[in-house]
C-alpha cells in the first residue's frame, strides 16, 4: 500500500474482481464515504449497486445505465476465465436471482464488452454537488486487483472541488462556513454549486459587521483571494484589521499572491502591513504549475496593535 500513501490527497480505490473495496484513501472516504466497513455481500459495490439504491447516490444518474453495464461485463471476465472464482458465480447467481435489472443487461453483455475502464466520470458529493472528474483504471492481470483513481484538471471546477473534500472531510461537527463576495451574481452562483457553504453578497471591508450580524466572535481561519495589489494601503489596513480580530489569537489567515506582481509599490505596502499586522508571516513556495505562477502567505498571532492604530 505504499504507492496508496503518496496518493492519500487524491481519491483512489483498491477493487478486487467482484468490486469489494479493499482499501481507499482518505480523499476517496471523504468523497464517496467509507466502503470498507461492510461486512458479507455488502462489502461488495457490485452487489450493493443492485440491490442497495442509496449506493447510486454517489455517481449522476446519467451514468447509471452505464455503470450497470461495466459491472456485468466485468462479471462475464471474471466467469470466461479457465477457472472461474467460486464466489464470482455465487455473486452471480444471486444477482440473477434478486435483480430483474442485473438479470436484463446480464443477458445483453459478454466478457468482449468494455468492463471497468478509464473515462470520464460525474460523482456526486452530498455538499459539492456534481464534481466533473476523470476515472483513470490499473488493473493487474493476474491477481484481477484494480486501482481506480479519480483525477481532475487544474482551473477547473472539480479540481476546486476536489481540493475542497479534505476541508469538508476534517471539519468538526457543527463547522460553519462562510463566504463573503461582492459580485450578486457570482454570490447566487456559489450557493447554488457549494451548499455548504453560506455565501453572504458583501464587501470584505465589512468583515467585522457581517460577522457580528451573525453573532461570530471569532473564526479558525480566513482565507483570501481579494486582489491585494490592486488596493491603496488605507484599504489594505482595513480589511487586515478585522482579519486579524476575527481570528483571534489561534486562528490563520492566508492569502496568495502572484509572482510578477510582487515588485509592484501595493504589492510591497502588502507585505508591510502583514508584517506590522502579525507576528506570524510565512510564505509557501513558488508554485510555477498555476497560471499565472502564485505562491501564498501564512499569517498567525495578530499584533496587540494592529496596523493603522496611532
Not at 13 to 26: A, K, N, S, Y
Request: one cysteine or more; aromatic letters at 8%; proline letters at 5%.
Amino acid at each position: 500500500m505504499h504507492v496508496l500513501d503518496r496518493l492519500a490527497d487524491t481519491p483512489v480505490l483498491t477493487i478486487d474482481p467482484i468490486g469489494q473495496v479493499l482499501h481507499q484513501t482518505p480523499s476517496a472516504a471523504f468523497l464517496f464515504g467509507d466502503m470498507t466497513h461492510q461486512i458479507g455481500w455488502e462489502r461488495g459495490g457490485y452487489y450493493r449497486w443492485f440491490t442497495s439504491p442509496a449506493e447510486r447516490r454517489h455517481f449522476c444518474p446519467s451514468e447509471h445505465v452505464l455503470i450497470g453495464t461495466e459491472i456485468a461485463a466485468d462479471l462475464h471476465h471474471c466467469l470466461d476465465g479457465d477457472k472461474p472464482s467460486r464466489v464470482a458465480v455465487d455473486l452471480v447467481t444471486m444477482l440473477l436471482d434478486e435483480s430483474a435489472e442485473f438479470s436484463g443487461i446480464w443477458s445483453q453483455t459478454t466478457s468482449a464488452t468494455e468492463t471497468l475502464a478509464s473515462r470520464q466520470a460525474c460523482v456526486v458529493h452530498s455538499e459539492l454537488g456534481h464534481v466533473e472528474l476523470h476515472r483513470e483504471v490499473l488493473a493487474d492481470i493476474e491477481s484481477g486487483l484494480r486501482l481506480v483513481i479519480y483525477l481532475s484538471t487544474p482551473g477547473t471546477a472539480g479540481h476546486s472541488k476536489l481540493q475542497l473534500l479534505p476541508v469538508i472531510g476534517h471539519q468538526t461537527r457543527g463547522a460553519r462556513h462562510l463566504a463573503l463576495e461582492l459580485d450578486r451574481a457570482m454570490a447566487t452562483y456559489l450557493r447554488e454549486q457549494l451548499p455548504f457553504v453560506e455565501v453572504v453578497h458583501a464587501d470584505a471591508r465589512d468583515l467585522g459587521a457581517v460577522l457580528a450580524a451573525r453573532d461570530i466572535s471569532e473564526v479558525t481561519a480566513v482565507v483570501s483571494g481579494l486582489p491585494w495589489s490592486l488596493f491603496n494601503p488605507v484599504l489594505q489596513e482595513r480589511i487586515l484589521r478585522q482579519v486579524a480580530e476575527a481570528i483571534g489569537s489561534e486562528g490563520v489567515f492566508t492569502t496568495f499572491a502572484y509572482a510578477h506582481a510582487a515588485r509592484l509599490p501595493s504589492a510591497r505596502s502588502f507585505r508591510l502591513a502583514l508584517e506590522q499586522t502579525f507576528h506570524e508571516v510565512h510564505l509557501s513556495g513558488l508554485v510555477w504549475r498555476n497560471v499565472p505562477p502564485a505562491f501564498s502567505y501564512v499569517c498567525r498571532r495578530p499584533k496587540s496593535t494592529p496596523v493603522g492604530t496611532p
